[in-house]
Nanobody, 116 residues
Framework: QVQLVESGGGLVQPGGSLRLSCAASDSIFSIKAMGWFRQALGKERELVSVITSGGTTNYADSVKGRFTISRDNAKKMLYLQMNSLKPEDTAVYYC??????????WGQGTQVTVSS
């Protein structure tokens, strides 16, 4: 079974930066689109960024210009560089296929808290 392990979250002040990492055990990671999701307390999980196998990226309007998604296929790693963080970015962040549904496998996620 594919395993996804997210890391890099933490407590940061507004305007700060964090870099999230996702380690995947998927043998076909390099040919799959991947995405970062987030779920704030009491809200539905939302897709915030996607990167295709070829490196094409897409972002939700709420994070465009502040977040950068990247990947290292050789290491089976996915990253999310988050700059100019806002309190509304506070959430648990997950990596997965952009097509993943709520009942599919998910990693444990990594908590990001933006607060002064």
């Amino acid at each position: 079974q594919v395993q996804l392990v997210e890391s890099g979250g933490g407590l940061v002040q507004p305007g700060g930066s964090l870099r999230l990492s996702c380690a995947a055990s998927d043998s076909i990671f390099s040919i799959k689109a991947m995405g970062w999701f987030r779920q704030a307390l009491g809200k539905e999980r939302e897709l915030v960024s996607v990167i295709t196998s070829g490196g094409t990226t897409n972002y939700a309007d709420s994070v465009k210009g502040r977040f950068t998604i990247s990947r290292d296929n050789a290491k089976k790693m996915l990253y999310l560089q988050m700059n100019s963080l806002k309190p509304e970015d506070t959430a648990v962040y997950y990596c997965n296929s952009p097509r993943a549904r709520i009942n599919d496998y998910w990693g444990q996620g990594t908590q990001v808290t933006v607060s002064s």
